[in-house]
Nanobody
Framework: QVRLVESGGGLVQAGGSLRLSCAAS????????MGWYRQAPGNQRELVAT???????EYADSVKGRFTISRDNAKNTVSLQMNSLKPEDTAVYYC?????????????WGQGTQVTVSS
């Protein structure tokens, strides 16, 4: 099992910045990919950014150039630096980890942290 605990959400004005962090514990050695997803009211959960164990990143088009995902394998953490925030970035942000055992993928989610951007 993998436990993910997020921190760093809050209320910020448009144009401001926030940094989200996620700490993983448990069976962490087999975690391959980590990432951040978000879900706004009435919307489906969507990918924000992911990062592989070797640092390859992927971003949603809506956040490219504004958000940066990073990972510290030694500390078992993944972070999301969010700059130039917009009201449409308002959502609950969830940390995600993918663990592979043989050919089977297991996914784990944090409890979510609220990010609210005021106009």
């Amino acid at each position: 099992q993998v436990r993910l605990v997020e921190s760093g959400g809050g209320l910020v004005q448009a144009g401001g910045s926030l940094r989200l962090s996620c700490a993983a514990s448990g069976s962490i050695l087999s975690i391959r990919n980590m990432g951040w997803y978000r879900q706004a009211p009435g919307n489906q959960r969507e990918l924000v950014a992911t990062i592989t164990r070797v640092g390859t990143t992927e971003y949603a088009d809506s956040v490219k150039g504004r958000f940066t995902i990073s990972r510290d394998n030694a500390k078992n953490t993944v972070s999301l630096q969010m700059n130039s925030l917009k009201p449409e970035d308002t959502a609950v942000y969830y940390c995600n980890a993918e663990r592979f055992i043989l050919q089977t993928k297991y996914e784990y989610w944090g409890q979510g942290t609220q990010v609210t951007v005021s106009s």
